[in-house]
């Protein structure tokens, strides 16, 4: 039978029984990030960067979007994306556990020009990304690939399938990409759409072979 105490204050406290099992110490977080990927997710403004990381996290994103203002106007391109009020000013954090010592951290980049200064920091330590695509505006990510490529990051694509558009082999053939890099379908709005792109890229990862280094030239 549990007992009732009071404390310094004189309430009426009851003490747990004299065999309750101790609670589940949690294990400290250096512990179960012992094998962390840290993740990006590219591509152009407005195509669902945002969305994939919001919706797939398992712990409240951390997000940046701010509404957007007038000093805009003239800088940022709106015109595929006119109901769009809100954007990323820095980047997006989320977190989800694929088992018991994988995590991916997943970091959203912003996606106009005048915040591509970030990307370098955003990429510095990241293992893959994500390439998100909208097949109305595939010339948005070709800057994404050639930075990933110039990193030798390796990286998927995902075709935010926002209306119907052009099949997958038109659309690697458009990016002109490598047959080594997947390429799959996905809706950024649905948590299993967005988590079968995280495992198709942690598979990926785990096949990946960085390219040999390019032999030195003898003078």
Same mark, same amino acid.
């Not at 179960?32 to 591509?43: E, H, M, N, R, W």
């Given at each position: 039978?549990?007992?009732?105490?009071?404390?310094?204050?004189?309430?009426?406290?009851?003490?747990?029984?004299?065999?309750?099992?101790?609670?589940?110490?949690?294990?400290?977080?250096?512990?179960?990030?012992?094998?962390?990927?840290?993740?990006?997710?590219?591509?152009?403004?407005?195509?669902?960067?945002?969305?994939?990381?919001?919706?797939?996290? *398992?712990?409240?994103?951390?997000?940046?979007?701010?509404?957007?203002?007038?000093?805009?106007?003239?800088?940022?391109?709106?015109?595929?994306?006119?109901?769009?009020?809100? $954007? $990323?000013?820095?980047?997006?954090?989320?977190?989800?556990?694929?088992?018991?010592?994988?995590?991916?951290?997943?970091?959203?980049?912003?996606?106009?020009?005048?915040?591509?200064? #970030?990307?370098?920091?955003?990429?510095?330590?990241?293992?893959?990304?994500?390439?998100?695509?909208?097949?109305?505006?595939? *010339?948005?990510?070709?800057?994404?690939?050639?930075?990933?490529?110039?990193?030798?990051?390796?990286?998927?694509?995902?075709?935010?399938?926002?209306?119907?558009?052009?099949?997958?082999?038109?659309?690697?053939?458009?990016?002109?990409?490598?047959?080594?890099?997947?390429?799959?379908?996905?809706?950024?709005?649905?948590?299993?759409?967005?988590?079968?792109? #995280?495992?198709?890229?942690?598979?990926?990862?785990?096949?990946?072979?960085?390219?040999?280094?390019?032999?030195?030239?003898?003078?």
């Amino acid at each position: 039978m549990p007992s009732n105490d009071s404390d310094v204050h004189g309430r009426t406290t009851t003490a747990p029984p004299e065999h309750a099992p101790p609670a589940p110490a949690r294990p400290p977080l250096a512990s179960t990030a012992s094998q962390a990927l840290k993740i990006v997710v590219v591509g152009g403004f407005g195509v669902g960067k945002t969305t994939l990381v919001g919706s797939v996290s *398992e712990m409240r994103p951390l997000s940046t979007e701010e509404v957007m203002t007038q000093a805009s106007d003239g800088v940022d391109d709106l015109r595929a994306v006119r109901d769009k009020r809100t $954007t $990323t000013a820095a980047f997006d954090f989320g977190r989800i556990t694929i088992d018991a010592t994988r995590v991916l951290y997943l970091f959203g980049a912003p996606g106009q020009k005048r915040f591509w200064f #970030l990307w370098e920091q955003i990429f510095t330590g990241s293992l893959g990304a994500v390439v998100l695509v909208d097949t109305a505006r595939v *010339e948005d990510s070709w800057y994404a690939i050639d930075r990933l490529e110039h990193h030798h990051t390796p990286f998927v694509v995902a075709v935010n399938r926002f209306a119907p558009g052009p099949n997958l082999h038109d659309v690697r053939n458009a990016l002109d990409l490598s047959n080594d890099v997947p390429l799959l379908e996905c809706d950024a709005r649905r948590r299993e759409s967005s988590r079968d792109v #995280l495992v198709t890229l942690v598979r990926h990862l785990s096949r990946y072979r960085p390219p040999a280094p390019a032999p030195e030239r003898s003078s």
